[in-house]
């Protein structure tokens, strides 16, 4: 990090190219493309998978907006899919009835950090022929049947936002892909589609018919209307140092969410997460849900746990196709049953590599006593 002040070094430099090349290791992916922000991936994805007007992406409500305003800001139509009540991630079970021809592209979320059944939805998208763009925004690490998140779809997208398992400065975020159609389309639409012609420095020496307008000298030329979505140096120096802590703050953050699910296993009106046998949860946050016998409801547990014990839990996330700008385009709040029901009893517990034990112990025992 200290090179980069020293050196001035501008965005996109070397460690740049030397942090996309970890993460598309760290991934088992054959290519990464750093970015500014998750949003700016997920943009990216769509571009990659040639996403048009008119398509339709189908993906789950319960995620942060940006997982479907990515599609939507490129033209496409959003089609909300149903949860699995036990993880809340996209259910491939409610998967293929939506799926039509006019259908590019699903996109599921391994929400919390765990991941979705990627073996079945991979399975209903191949046989439909629509693409795969995982959102991995809260599951870096995270694995199904061994395999990283990131890895099976057409491609994957992280965030390094500063509440992630991983952050560069603040915002940042990753685009993982096996395709090298995905990888040149999005690695071109990046930094405004330019190509160079020749050399800055030697002015010419190609080939007549590569020249644009008959020009001798160096030359940069636009192939499509592009995006500045390029990450610093500095932002990329700092991932690197962080990808390298990520497996230890995951552990950690495995090992608190699993002291919490003990201490919280004889509360009979609360369920904690349910982990798929199959994958590695990673634990970005945890969610908690309160039964119907709950004595609370879902508001006066956040405001207890917060001005009585000073626990600051949150609703978390609102549906998608229930808030304000979704409804003006046409959803109904109700598309999703599931995901409206679990929503009205979730509450979202902090988590992270710095709580100590005594602090789970603690928050254990409130919501205890917010129980009984």
């Not at 991979?122 to 809260?138: F, G, L, Q, T, Y």
């Not at 007549?208 to 020009?215: C, F, L, N, Q, T």
């Amino acid at each position: 990090v200290l090179a980069c002040l020293d050196d001035n070094a501008p965005t996109c430099s070397s460690r740049v190219a030397r942090f996309e090349s970890e993460f598309a290791e760290f991934c088992t992916t054959k290519h990464a493309i750093a970015v500014t922000s998750a949003t700016a991936g997920l943009m990216l994805a769509g571009v990659g998978i040639n996403i048009q007007p008119g398509d339709e992406v189908i993906t789950t409500p319960i995620s942060w907006i940006a997982t479907a305003n990515a599609f939507k800001l490129l033209g496409a139509e959003i089609r909300f899919c149903d949860v699995d009540p036990r993880t809340m991630n996209l259910d491939p079970g409610a998967l293929g009835k939506l799926i039509n021809s006019r259908t590019k592209a699903v996109v599921p979320v391994h929400l919390y950090g765990q991941c979705c059944d990627m073996e079945a939805i991979c399975a209903i998208a191949e046989d439909a022929k629509v693409a795969v763009v995982e959102d991995c925004a809260h599951a870096p690490g995270a694995t199904f049947n061994g395999r990283k998140a990131g890895s099976f779809g057409d491609a994957g997208v992280f965030s390094f936002h500063q509440q992630k398992n991983m952050a560069t400065l603040g915002e940042g975020g990753m685009l993982t892909t096996n395709s090298d159609e995905v990888y040149a389309r999005a690695m071109a639409f990046r930094s405004h589609c330019y190509r160079v012609y020749g050399s800055r420095y030697t002015f010419g020496g190609i080939d007549e018919s590569e020249r644009p307008m008959g020009k001798q000298y160096w030359w940069q030329e636009f192939d499509d209307v592009g995006y500045n979505f390029r990450m610093t140096d500095i932002q990329g120096a700092v991932g690197s140092v962080q990808l390298a802590k990520l497996n230890a703050h995951n552990s950690r953050r495995t090992e608190l969410a699993q002291r919490l699910m003990q201490k919280l296993s004889d509360v009979a009106n609360v369920v904690t997460p349910f982990v798929d046998q199959r994958a590695t949860h990673v634990f970005h946050l945890f969610p908690l849900f309160l039964s119907e016998d709950h004595p609370l409801g879902k508001d006066e547990f956040i405001w207890r746990m917060l001005h009585e014990h000073g626990i600051k839990a949150w609703s978390h996330y609102i549906p998608i196709d229930s808030t304000a700008v979704y409804r003006r385009m046409g959803h109904s709040g109700v598309e999703c049953p599931v995901a409206n029901r679990m929503f009205q009893r979730l509450v979202r517990l902090p988590i992270h590599p710095r709580l100590t034990d005594e602090a789970i112990d603690y928050m254990a025992g409130a919501i205890r006593t917010l129980s009984s």
